[in-house]
């Protein structure tokens, strides 16, 4: 006795909706199946993928350990206020007491003329000359340090013309022309990430396409089979999307894990460079929720490649 074919007309929602995941997943396994009869070109499709993912996620974290870098050299900037020669001790601590409540200014110190006429004959190398000076030529200097909020050069730049209106300033200098050619390096990286990514999901889109191309070419047979006995188009190309999202998880995992390898490589480097700067900052790589990013854009990329390329050749194929 023979069993009568399920009839998926007579099925409940609950059972459809069920025998859909099911079906899915039973095709989501088979795609699996197929990269591994094909181990070789699996893997150097995916390794092929892993480089070209990670090639746009290695100038992403260059980028965010230079924006790192910026911030932190941001709070070192100062504003050096240079007194008029004229002025008393009481005028210029009085300037100083007026400058420490402007919501600008997050520390100030004050070096008068002696000291910075023996820190000139320190580090100048010219003490015994300057010995032969009447007079000090050397101003008293307050050094302001900003906040956070006013480190960066626009912000600085404001506290500065403020400080200048003091009257017993007599010019003030900022010094961070270095750090608008590093914020304006950090803008050109992030514009050249930007296009690098693009031309790179190019070809990472194109690279899946001719792969599932392949493989549609290698089944043609199978596929001439399946439409005689009326599968239908979403049956048939079902697999191949899996294939090509299969693809896009697993070079997105091997661009993380090159990512990683780089920057431990690097870390070490970065550090020693630094520190000759005076900054301790470690290397950042990507996060958990990047890592989640990365393989989430990779795996629709494989999708998109797989769809372009089945639609345009499952089409092609009919049995004869």
């Known amino acids: 006795m023979t069993k009568a074919p399920l009839n998926r007309s007579k099925l409940p929602l609950t059972g459809r909706v069920v025998m859909f995941f099911i079906r899915?997943?039973?095709q989501a396994m088979g795609s699996v199946g197929e990269l591994w009869r094909n181990p070789i070109s699996s893997l150097m499709t995916m390794a092929m993928l892993g480089v070209s993912?990670?090639?746009p996620a290695a100038l992403q974290v260059l980028v965010k350990n230079a924006e790192s870098i910026t911030q932190s050299w941001d709070s070192a900037a100062q504003i050096s206020l240079f007194i008029d020669e004229g002025r008393s001790e009481h005028s210029i601590q009085s300037l100083i007491t007026r400058i420490k409540v402007f919501p600008e200014v997050a520390e100030v110190s004050y070096i008068n003329r002696e000291q910075a006429l023996?820190?000139?004959?320190?580090l100048s190398g010219f003490g015994d000359a300057l010995s032969y000076l009447d007079t000090n030529p050397l101003p008293a200097v307050v050094m302001v340090t900003p906040t956070s909020r006013y480190s960066s050069p626009q912000g600085a730049r404001e506290l500065l013309q403020k400080l200048q209106r003091q009257p017993e300033v007599s010019f003030g200098r900022l010094d961070i022309e270095w750090l608008e050619r590093l914020q304006a390096g950090v803008k050109l990286l992030q514009r050249t990430v930007s296009m690098v990514a693009a031309l790179l999901i190019l070809a990472v889109v194109l690279i899946i396409g001719n792969t599932i191309r392949l493989a549609i070419m290698s089944r043609r047979s199978e596929i001439e089979v399946m439409k005689l006995v009326g599968a239908t188009e979403s049956f048939i190309q079902r697999p191949f999307l899996y294939t090509g999202i299969w693809y896009g998880?697993?070079?997105?995992v091997l661009a993380w894990v090159i990512i990683n390898l780089l920057v431990?490589?690097?870390d070490?480097?970065?550090?020693?460079?630094?520190?000759l700067y005076g900054s301790q900052i470690n290397m950042q790589g990507l996060t958990f929720t990047e890592l989640l990013q990365l393989v989430g854009i990779a795996s629709f990329l494989g999708w998109l490649g797989s769809y372009l390329s089945v639609r345009q050749h499952l089409r092609a194929i009919e049995p004869e």
């Open 268 to 275: 070490g480097a970065l550090v020693e460079l630094l520190g």
């Open 264 to 266: 431990w490589y690097l």
């Open 53 to 55: 993912l990670s090639l």
């Open 118 to 122: 023996q820190e000139f004959q320190a």
């Open 249 to 252: 998880v697993i070079g997105g």
């Open 24 to 26: 899915h997943i039973q």
